[in-house]
């Protein structure tokens, strides 16, 4: 009992982010959590603290509405502020109204000067911000709130009703249209005496697409990161959240969207059984008339155990439950992809070649097939299917699956059909130059793809490759980082990782990595700004005086910066047609990206804000000091470490150590 009340107290302990002192609420079963952000202030009584209390008294005069939530913006001079708050689909407006100013008054109380804070009471949530977060998923800060129960019986059956629930919960809500009440609460009878209850919400504003991505990244934090083993518990995001408990704890009332799942259970039960006594009667029949489907048979199973021990090898003992699912046979891939044809292959990745197929279904994909029987390779095809598997962005390229057979290794990803980033900026043969618009916002897309994996997704991921062959263009000429293999895995942002052996591509790496083998976030920060520099101008590292250094492309920036000629360095194929006020701010936060101390380059988080403002202030940037002596010892270190080649495709030995 008491070590359940230690872990108890520790779970307040982490979710309770605004302060360590109490404060009183009119609710106390349900202890409010809060997230301030410390980072991004206002002084008492600016023009940004008197429209924040106008978004409150609109928010608050708004609690009793039909709908149980609120969306609202307040401006005022260069001051803008956005907010929205959502009370649960079961109460009624007099509890909403009650809920919200409670909200209100833990959030004044506790974040008092912070620019963008979200609050969770019993009954409702609230959040206000200088951002406009509207239609995006986002899925930070998360809180986990868990029954402290352990479920007590067969626990793989139980979280199996659990997925299932939380799947047809996420269809539901995300079904729902925007600006309605986007609740769906379950029922399921798993047992003669025992009923599952569950629920997902999201927020009004999300599109369908945002929604139902956010509930799938909710809903798989429930038998891993929050609740494993229990008999309950909750995921909240400050865009959408689900719910579990064995017993009702909501109030049933003929507005709730509830869904009675055990009828259709039971239909499915019966449906399955119809279905096992057809097949075991054809299996009864191919038996009787064909000996041989025997032998077959036998082979399918030496097969099936052959990939699991293939499994168990390349990615540990719980790759089954994990990685099973993703696993493609090898024959599927060979017909999509006419037996890995000459004119299907689109192209050469980091260890293998790439070739274009069509599934059965009619799905287009692109498979990456490794050469030989390389080590290097196999470490690196592991390395990504093990960080991309855990992986969901619009952003990144989506891995689909990978094969695993005999000498065979092959990574299946979505198609993306308007091949990379380099082929578009610097192939003489392209059809047309991108217009500043389209690279504005490939700048902006790949910003958000490098927040994600640093910041945003449940792990924190080191790319250590981004470069413009990396990044793959879709239909509407969207950008998605490609390329795993070179990926590391790390705790937390606030560690640097001393590596062996470097690894990456000559040109986009940091100075601090290339000569000291020393990465952390700031280095993919570093290769960033290279890559924005490159979509500006329209130029490659390499044509800016002296090949593969990407000090030339930097230094020549930062002398048309100082020049105060910045715009010079603009492709000039755009021919007048842009934003001078993007390019510019594109430009200074490319020479912040690239400074020689990692600790004065911006992070992710700063650099997405800095694109998504076109008026918020930006630092001015340091002259680089990279003398020429450096460069020659820069490139004398990297010869006597690497091959010639310009990619690299080792694998580091690494040890940890604090920034």
């Not at 592991?382 to 619009?394: F, S």
């Not at 790390?490 to 560690?495: A, E, N, P």
């Not at 990407?550 to 930062?558: G, H, Q, V």
Request: net charge neutral.
């Amino acid at each position: 009992m008491i070590i359940k009340i230690i872990k108890f107290l520790l779970l307040l302990s982490i979710t309770w982010f605004c302060s360590s002192s109490t404060t009183t609420s009119p609710d106390t079963n349900f202890p409010h959590v809060c997230n301030c952000t410390r980072n991004s202030t206002f002084e008492l009584n600016s023009t940004y603290h008197t429209n924040l209390k106008t978004l409150f008294s609109w928010l608050s005069s708004n609690a009793t509405n039909s709908a149980g939530s609120h969306i609202t913006k307040v401006s005022s001079g260069n001051s803008s502020v956005y907010g929205l708050f959502q009370c649960n689909a079961d109460i009624t407006s007099e509890k909403c109204q009650k809920c919200i100013d409670q909200a209100v008054y833990n959030v004044t109380s506790e974040c008092e000067t912070s620019k963008e804070a979200v609050v969770f009471v019993r009954f409702c949530f609230l959040r206000y911000s200088y951002r406009d977060f509207l239609t995006i998923a986002e899925e930070s800060p998360k809180i986990f709130l868990l029954n402290l129960k352990d479920y007590v019986g067969q626990l793989a059956t139980f979280n199996n009703e659990v997925s299932e629930m939380m799947y047809t919960l996420r269809h539901k809500v995300a079904d729902i249209p925007m600006g309605s009440r986007r609740f769906a609460y379950g029922e399921l009878n798993i047992t003669a005496k025992q009923s599952l209850y569950g629920m997902a919400k999201c927020t009004p504003d999300l599109p369908p697409e945002e929604c139902s991505s956010c509930l799938v990244n909710a809903a798989a934090d429930i038998p891993t990161g929050c609740c494993k083993g229990k008999i309950g518990g909750r995921v909240l995001f400050p865009s959408c959240g689900v719910r579990f408990e064995l017993y009702r704890f909501y109030e049933p009332s003929s507005h709730l969207n509830i869904l009675r799942l055990g009828g259709n259970r039971k239909n499915r039960s019966h449906q399955r059984q119809i279905i096992i006594s057809i097949i075991s009667t054809v299996v009864s029949v191919l038996l009787l008339c064909f000996g041989c489907s025997l032998c077959f048979l036998s082979r399918r199973r030496q097969r099936k155990l052959l990939r699991g021990i293939l499994l168990r090898e390349s990615f540990g003992d719980e790759s089954l439950a994990s990685f099973e699912s993703l696993q493609f046979q090898l024959s599927e891939i060979q017909a999509a992809t006419n037996n890995f044809s000459q004119g299907n292959k689109i192209g050469r990745g980091g260890f293998g070649e790439v070739y274009k197929g069509v599934l059965e279904n009619g799905q287009e994909v692109a498979a990456k097939r490794l050469l030989g029987n390389s080590w290097q390779g196999a470490e690196e095809f592991k390395n990504e299917v093990l960080v991309m598997a855990k992986l969901q962005h619009k952003n990144l390229v989506r891995l689909l699956g990978f094969c695993l057979e005999g000498q065979e290794r092959i990574l299946v990803y979505e198609y993306v059909p308007n091949k990379s980033l380099d082929y578009i900026l610097f192939d003489p043969q392209r059809s047309r130059p991108l217009t500043w618009s389209e690279r504005y916002n490939i700048i902006r897309g790949i910003a958000r793809g490098i927040l994600y994996l640093h910041e945003d997704s449940r792990l924190t991921i080191i790319h250590r490759d981004l470069k413009p062959s990396n990044i793959l263009l879709d239909d509407s000429m969207n950008p998605k980082i490609s390329d795993f293999g070179m990926a590391r895995i790390v705790i937390t942002d606030q560690i640097q990782v001393n590596t062996h052996r470097v690894v990456g591509t000559y040109g986009y790496m940091s100075p601090e990595y290339a000569m000291e083998g020393m990465f952390s976030i700031r280095s993919d920060v570093y290769s960033f700004g290279i890559i924005v520099l490159e979509i500006i101008s329209g130029k490659s590292k390499s044509s800016f005086c002296e090949s593969h250094f990407s000090d030339d492309i930097r230094l020549s920036a930062w002398a048309k910066w100082k020049e105060e000629k910045p715009l010079e360095l603009l492709d000039t194929t755009l021919k007048g047609n842009y934003s001078e006020n993007e390019v510019m701010r594109s430009i200074q936060i490319a020479l912040l990206c690239v400074q020689d101390d990692p600790n004065e380059r911006p992070t992710m988080t700063e650099i997405v804000s800095y694109l998504n403002s076109s008026s918020g202030e930006v630092p001015l940037p340091q002259e680089p000091i990279l003398s020429k002596s450096k460069k020659m010892d820069y490139m004398s270190y990297y010869h006597k470490t690497h091959s010639i080649n310009d990619s690299i495709n080792d694998l580091s030995v690494s040890t940890f150590l604090p920034r």
